[in-house]
């Protein structure tokens, strides 16, 4: 989470100074096209983005994930196959 708080901070903290960032904005789209900016998509071939619209609650979603980091298939089948369902997803 470092990373994403320095990523959105509004400070140099090696300066001190002020940068000209945004912070996390509202707005889906804009927060993630800062994170392809800074993860240099779609040349980094590590860095994925899945996006999804959830028909249940009329909302586009979306999933970032670094390839080696997570299991495709326990994403697919734990996280992606049930908000497309609509099936609640367990909490342990």
Known sequence: MGFLKRLFSSEDNSQGKTKN????????DE?????????SYPNNQD????????ESIEKKVVLILLKGMV??????????????????????
């Not at 960032?21 to 889906?28: E, F, G, H, P, R």
């Open 21 to 28: 960032q945004d912070k996390i904005s509202n707005n889906l």
């Open 31 to 39: 927060n993630l096209d800062k994170l392809k900016k800074s993860f």
């Open 47 to 54: 860095f994925k983005v899945r996006e999804l619209y959830l």
């Open 71 to 92: 299991d495709n298939d326990t994403i697919e089948q734990h996280i992606i196959h049930p908000l497309l369902e609509d099936i609640p997803i367990r909490k342990k």
